[in-house]
């Protein structure tokens, strides 16, 4: 009781002292909150690339179940999506977004992605409404036995973008393409 008594008169001295620093002082005596890391950025939901004229909506794409990557479906080749185990698009790292460069007879989202050159830009919008900008800084074609992995999903030290579609030869045997295409980017300056 004794602690608690001298405590509010603590509190009361407080308020008396400020009082003649403010015409309505404010005493919080109530426990700092507690500080939490901050909230991821929302998820993305559309990707932009002007250069070559695509435009998708993203849908969240996982693991198989033997570990490689998920993709939209070949049904559907106008359709990008974003790997959701990886970083969104503008926080630290590279995020990944995925695209057919065709399927079902007719080309792909990222059909065109072999052209894009250092320099170029790429818009990533969120559900929020918000969007971030990448500028290309390369672009590869790797055969895909070859695929430079630490290179698209290894640590960066800022937010970077990963564009992966297929190309190179087509092998009518495996039913795919022989190489992947690999478009690096780096958030722009706001």
């Given at each position: 009781?004794?602690?608690?008594?001298?405590?509010?008169?603590?509190?009361?001295?407080?308020i008396?002292?400020?009082?003649?620093?403010?015409?309505?002082?404010?005493v919080?005596?109530?426990?700092?909150?507690?500080?939490?890391?901050?909230?991821?950025?929302?998820?993305?939901?559309?990707?932009?690339?002007p250069?070559?004229?695509?435009?998708?909506?993203?849908?969240?794409?996982?693991?198989?179940?033997?570990?490689?990557?998920?993709?939209?479906?070949?049904?559907?080749?106008?359709q990008?999506?974003?790997y959701?185990?990886?970083?969104?698009?503008?926080?630290?790292?590279?995020?990944?977004?995925?695209?057919?460069?065709d399927?079902?007879?007719?080309?792909g989202?990222?059909?065109?992605?072999k052209?894009?050159?250092?320099?170029?830009?790429?818009?990533v919008?969120?559900?929020?409404?918000?969007?971030?900008?990448?500028?290309?800084t390369?672009?590869?074609?790797?055969?895909?036995?070859?695929?430079?992995t630490?290179?698209?999903?290894?640590?960066t030290?800022?937010?970077?973008?990963?564009?992966?579609?297929?190309?190179?030869?087509?092998?009518?045997?495996?039913?795919?393409?022989?190489?992947?295409i690999?478009?690096?980017?780096?958030?722009?300056?706001?």
């Amino acid at each position: 009781m004794k602690f608690s008594a001298f405590r509010w008169v603590l509190v009361l001295l407080g308020i008396v002292l400020l009082g003649g620093c403010a015409a309505d002082p404010v005493v919080d005596v109530s426990p700092p909150a507690a500080t939490s890391e901050a909230a991821p950025p929302p998820e993305p939901s559309i990707v932009d690339i002007p250069k070559i004229g695509a435009h998708s909506t993203l849908v969240p794409l996982g693991l198989n179940p033997d570990n490689t990557i998920e993709v939209p479906p070949v049904s559907q080749p106008l359709q990008a999506g974003w790997y959701r185990n990886g970083p969104v698009p503008g926080q630290v790292g590279p995020a990944v977004i995925l695209g057919h460069v065709d399927g079902n007879q007719q080309k792909g989202i990222f059909y065109r992605l072999k052209e894009l050159r250092p320099g170029d830009e790429v818009t990533v919008t969120r559900k929020d409404g918000s969007a971030v900008r990448f500028a290309v800084t390369k672009v590869d074609q790797i055969d895909k036995d070859a695929f430079p992995t630490d290179a698209v999903y290894g640590d960066t030290t800022g937010p970077e973008l990963r564009l992966i579609t297929c190309g190179g030869s087509f092998d009518h045997a495996a039913h795919s393409y022989r190489d992947n295409i690999i478009v690096y980017a780096v958030l722009e300056n706001s």
